[in-house]
C-alpha cells in the first residue's frame, strides 16, 4: 500500500488549466519535496490529497482509500492566518479536536502533546494574531497533528522565515517524519529541499516534470531547477560538482 496514488489528475479554475494528467506515487514514511514556480500546479495537487476540491479527471487514493480519505491527511497552507483564528493558541489547536466530540480530558492531553512536541508551550494563553509569522506556522502545524493524520502536507514550509526558522522547519518536519508520518512539502526553496527531501518532484505548467530519487550523481533534477529558474546557473553548476 502507498501513502498516496494520484493518476491522471486534471483540474481548471475557468480557463486555466492547473493540472494536465499528473500520476504520482508516495510511500508510506516518504518526505517528499514537489519544486516548482508559482502557477505550476503544486498547490491544487496538495488540495486534491487533501480531498479539499475534487479533480474533474483522474484518481485520487490515500491509505489504499479513494473515498472518505480526509481522516488521513492534514493539511497547513502556505499563509498560516487561513487557519489560526481562535482567541488563543490552545484553544486554536482544540478546535478541531472539539469539533470531533472528543471529551475535555482527550482534547486537553493531545494539545498538550503537541504544544510540547513543537516547543510552543510557553505560546498556550497567547492571542495567534500577535505572533510572529514563524510561531503562526508552528501553531498551524499543532493543530493539523494533533488530528494524528497519517499524512501531512505542508504548502511553503520556509516562506517568510530567516535563516534560523528556516534551521527549526527543517527539524520539525524531520523530526515529524521520524514519528512515522509521511510529509509532503511544495516550496521555492531549492536548497531546503535537497538538504531535507528523500525525493523531489518539479512542476511546470501543470504537470510534472521528473521525479528522480536525491543520490550523489543525479542531475536530471538540478537541470529541471534550473531552467524553471529555481536555482541560479551558479548554484547548479556547484551542486553538480559536488556530486548531485
Avoid at 37 to 54: R, Y
Avoid at 86 to 98: E, N, Q, Y
Avoid at 165 to 190: P, Q
Amino acid at each position: 500500500m502507498k501513502a498516496v496514488v494520484v493518476e491522471d489528475l486534471h483540474y481548471s479554475y475557468g480557463e486555466v488549466q492547473a493540472l494536465k494528467g499528473v500520476s504520482l506515487e508516495v510511500d508510506i514514511g516518504e518526505k517528499l519535496a514537489i519544486l516548482g514556480p508559482n502557477g505550476s500546479g503544486k498547490t491544487t495537487l496538495l488540495l486534491c490529497i487533501a480531498g479539499l476540491i475534487e479533480p474533474e479527471k483522474g484518481i485520487v487514493e490515500v491509505m489504499g482509500e479513494r473515498e472518505n480519505f480526509r481522516k488521513h491527511v492534514g493539511i497547513v497552507f502556505q499563509n498560516p492566518d487561513d487557519q489560526v483564528f481562535m482567541p488563543t493558541v490552545f484553544d486554536d489547536i482544540a478546535f478541531g479536536l472539539r469539533n470531533m466530540g472528543l471529551s475535555e480530558d482527550e482534547v486537553k492531553a493531545r494539545v498538550e502533546n503537541v504544544l510540547r512536541l513543537l516547543n510552543i508551550e510557553h505560546l498556550a494563553s497567547r492571542n495567534p494574531a500577535n505572533l510572529s509569522g514563524g510561531e503562526k506556522k508552528k501553531v498551524a502545524i499543532a493543530g493539523v497533528l494533533a488530528m494524528k493524520p497519517s499524512i501531512i502536507l505542508i504548502d511553503e514550509p520556509t516562506a517568510g522565515l530567516d535563516h534560523s526558522g528556516i534551521h527549526e522547519m527543517f527539524n520539525i518536519l524531520t523530526e515529524l517524519n521520524a514519528e512515522g508520518i509521511t510529509v509532503i512539502v511544495t516550496t521555492h526553496d531549492a536548497e531546503f529541499a535537497f538538504a531535507w527531501a528523500d525525493r523531489i518532484i518539479t512542476m511546470n505548467s501543470g504537470r510534472i516534470d521528473k521525479a528522480k530519487v536525491k543520490l550523489p550523481g543525479k542531475v536530471s533534477v538540478l537541470s529541471s531547477l534550473e531552467k524553471l529558474g529555481l536555482i541560479e546557473n551558479t548554484v547548479f553548476e556547484h551542486l553538480s560538482r559536488i556530486g548531485y
